[in-house]
């Protein structure tokens, strides 16, 4: 689990983050095929956007304005969908943590 701290309409930043399964990395090899999703959760706002494996096996999206125009904490997570539509939930027994602060300009 991660805290990602960002502001308001702040789109400059990437959440990336590295798929484990009991502390251990997933090797870049056994995500071949696989699609992936950056799934995020708050009182008033779902987002569910397509995301990217990366060649070094970790997560990374780039938000789009809608993304983090309301601030607020969220719960966050990454869906990877395995050829034979095998769906598993990165972090696998938590959320990230994403608090968006209000922007004062």
């Not at 494996?53 to 990454?78: C, L, R």
Request: hydrophobic share 35%; no cysteine; glycine share 8%.
């Amino acid at each position: 689990m991660a805290t990602i701290l960002t502001k308001q309409h702040d789109t400059k930043i990437t959440f990336t983050d590295t798929p484990t399964i009991d502390g251990v990395a997933v090797p870049p090899a056994n995500l071949i095929g696989a699609t992936l999703k950056f799934l995020m959760k708050g009182d008033t706002i779902t987002i569910s956007q397509p995301a990217t494996i990366m060649p070094d096996g970790t997560f990374s999206y780039a938000p789009q304005a809608t993304d983090v125009a309301t601030p607020g904490d969220y719960k966050q997570e990454w869906e990877v969908l395995f050829p034979g539509n095998k769906p598993l939930t990165f972090p696998n027994g938590s959320y990230n943590v994403v608090k968006i602060l209000p922007d004062l300009g």
